[in-house]
Nanobody, 125 residues
Framework: QVQLVESGGGLVQAGGSLRLSCAAS????????IGWFRQAPGKEREFVAT????????RYEDSVKGRFTVSRDNAKNTVYLQINSLKPEDTAIYYC??????????????????WGQGTQVTVSS
């Protein structure tokens, strides 16, 4: 089993930045694809970013390209999401997820095997 814990969320003004962390425990996730998703009130959970097991490949949802950066430190069993130029529409609960096996870059929620509890990001205008 893999446990994922997100942290780093908070209340920020538009234009600000946050760095979210996703710490894994239970087993190493160095061979797992990690994804970030978010869910705003009244909306479905949507894909934000994903990173391959090596960290060499990433993919982003179009609205966050150029503002969000996903990275990982396999030695620390941790994945990060740097969020810059925050907008009010970025307000959501942000979740990280892990997909076992050689799945490549996964944007589909159902492929992920493990999920964290989420961290709230609120952007004020």
């Amino acid at each position: 089993q893999v446990q994922l814990v997100e942290s780093g969320g908070g209340l920020v003004q538009a234009g600000g930045s946050l760095r979210l962390s996703c710490a894994a425990s239970g087993r190493t996730v160095s061979t797992y694809t990690i994804g970030w998703f978010r869910q705003a009130p009244g909306k479905e959970r949507e894909f934000v970013a994903t990173i391959s097991w090596s960290g060499g490949f990433t993919r982003y949802e179009d609205s966050v390209k150029g503002r969000f950066t996903v990275s990982r430190d396999n030695a620390k069993n941790t994945v990060y999401l740097q969020i810059n130029s925050l907008k009010p529409e970025d307000t959501a609960i942000y979740y990280c997820a892990a997909a076992a096996g050689n799945r490549g870059l996964v944007t589909t929620r159902s492929i992920y095997d493990y999920w964290g509890q989420g961290t709230q990001v609120t952007v004020s205008s």
